[in-house]
């Protein structure tokens, strides 16, 4: 299996606002004083259709799927919370946390990959049964996924159940790594919602920050497993986890390696840090700010791959 891919599916908003659903455990979200919801819509839209156009222009597939007014789904830009496609035709469908999130899940949406797209969808797994017993497991968000060595990296909290990662893995052929990565919050450590917020996994390198992984077993589990698959690593350190500096993902264009983040991440980054991941991928950024401080998520989150 390949590690990345060049096309990607991401979600154009409709109704882009604060999500009081997902406040209740995501640290990042903001309020965005004297903005409505009507502005905040139309910030993000700028903010997405800007990326979009960045990720167009060095050549990457980008799917684009209209959101629906109805029902209310504010957090719609980010799919691969729901969502995963991969190489062998089969779909991921995930359980959510927040119910307002839960419709977001669209049938629909395959209907239009395989009719307008052209891709082939050979069957579903569906996960999503975990939600009547209050277990979640939010997507590649939850799960940072080395496709090449078939391991799950999974950062266990309330919306990543350590059953339903198992279950996961026994279905599409992963090895779960399973550890707890926790965050400052008001002087107090909490567990941070989503894995792909403080590691990022490329075809020859990891992006992580280790100082989150407080167990020093957990810490030495997931480290040997990168170095053992040959990864070099490049550690970010909590305050650039805070700027979505984990938060990244690799995409190709004729062989030639991107890494995008957004433009936060990429200013909390070293001239080090910078030098070597350019030893691999050319860093393509994009302004997400309102998308970032609103919604909690950035520009990993609003990527569904497809690998077809």
Sequence with gaps: MKQITNS????????????????VNNYYQQV????TDEQTQGKALNEFNTFVDKLRNVGVNVVVIEDTEYPDTPDSIFPNNWVSFHSNAMIGLYPMCAENRRD?????????????????????????EFEEHDKYLEGTGSMVLDHVNMICYAAISI??????????????GYRPICF??????????????????????????????LDSIDSLIDKQIVLKSLEDDNKEIIEINENQLNSFAGNMI????????????????????TKNQIKKIEKFSKIVHSSVETIENCGAGSVRCMIAEVFN
Excluded: W
Excluded at 194 to 209: D, E, F, L
Excluded at 259 to 266: H, T
């Design 104 to 128: 977001e899940r669209r049938e629909d949406i395959f209907d239009t990959l395989v009719d307008e797209y052209g891709f082939t969808i050979e069957g579903i797994k569906d996960f999503t």
């Design 159 to 172: 919306r990543t159940d350590e059953i339903a990662v198992m279950q996961f893995c026994e279905e599409f």
């Design 8 to 23: 990607i599916m991401m979600i154009k908003p409709v109704g882009f606002r604060y999500n009081e659903q997902t406040a």
């Design 180 to 209: 707890t990565a926790n965050q400052d919050v008001e002087g107090e450590r909490m567990e941070i919602y989503h894995t792909n917020v403080m590691m990022c996994i490329a075809n020859n390198y990891s992006i992580i920050c």
């Design 32 to 35: 965005l004083d004297n903005l």
């Design 250 to 269: 690799e995409l190709v264009f004729q062989n030639h390696s991107f890494l995008i983040m957004s433009s936060k991440a990429y200013k909390s980054l």
